[in-house]
């Protein structure tokens, strides 16, 4: 059964989503992740083999099938 780990409603829905993670200096997006969704705060929550194969892609296991421009703004300046 669901529950958000942020606000812990229990209803969701399934959708891909794509998550940024910052490794060894250079940013990576994963883009078609499936998720459960909070229904209420958007939370996505993934499974523990979708855990392990985006851990996989993001630590070497896959070529990027595209790179895009990354425009950094800083927050201090």
Do not use: W
Not at 19 to 28: G, L, N, T, W
């Amino acid at each position: 059964m669901f529950q958000c780990s942020n606000c812990h409603h229990t209803e969701s829905r399934e959708e891909l989503v794509e998550k940024m993670f910052h490794v060894d200096e250079r940013y990576v997006l994963v883009e078609r992740i499936p998720a459960l969704v909070c229904a209420r705060c958007g939370e996505p929550t993934f499974s523990r083999e979708t855990t392990e194969r985006t851990r996989s892609l993001v630590h070497g296991g896959a070529r990027p099938s595209k790179s895009v421009p990354l425009e950094v703004l800083d927050f201090a300046s």
